[in-house]
Nanobody, 121 residues
Framework: VQLQASGGGLQQAGASLRLSCGVSGLTFGSSVMGWFRQAPGKEREFVAGISGWSGDRIDYAGSVQGRFIISRDNAKNTVYLQMNGLKPEDTAVYYC??????????????WGRGTLVTVSS
């Protein structure tokens, strides 16, 4: 199983950025997908999760609710994180992950290597 996140970079506060995560080696369509982040000196935290197939269930961390949008394209085996209204506190390494379960904030068994997002004030 491989997950490859991309799209990170340096942005100014208020800007937008879209992360992508291509997945191979598992049945992507049925997999719960999630985005997590880890800021310097902090523990990794849940950012957003989306259910499998139609993605009708979505959950966001309170800190990104209303600013970030998670979506999936099953035809492309890719999950996205659209990040709008970026803040300096969004600076972190962002990881995509896949779960064999159905709980959006449950256990994720597969992880990508992460992509760095830096937001300047």
């Amino acid at each position: 199983v491989q997950l490859q996140a991309s799209g990170g970079g340096l942005q100014q506060a208020g800007a937008s950025l879209r992360l992508s995560c291509g997945v191979s080696g598992l049945t992507f369509g049925s997999s719960v997908m999630g985005w997590f982040r880890q800021a310097p000196g902090k523990e990794r935290e849940f950012v957003a999760g989306i259910s499998g197939w139609s993605g009708d269930r979505i959950d966001y961390a309170g800190s990104v609710q209303g600013r970030f949008i998670i979506s999936r394209d099953n035809a492309k085996n890719t999950v996205y994180l659209q990040m709008n209204g970026l803040k300096p506190e969004d600076t972190a390494v962002y990881y995509c992950a896949a779960s064999r379960g159905v709980i959006l904030r449950g256990t994720y068994e597969y992880w990508g290597r992460g992509t760095l997002v830096t937001v300047s004030s």
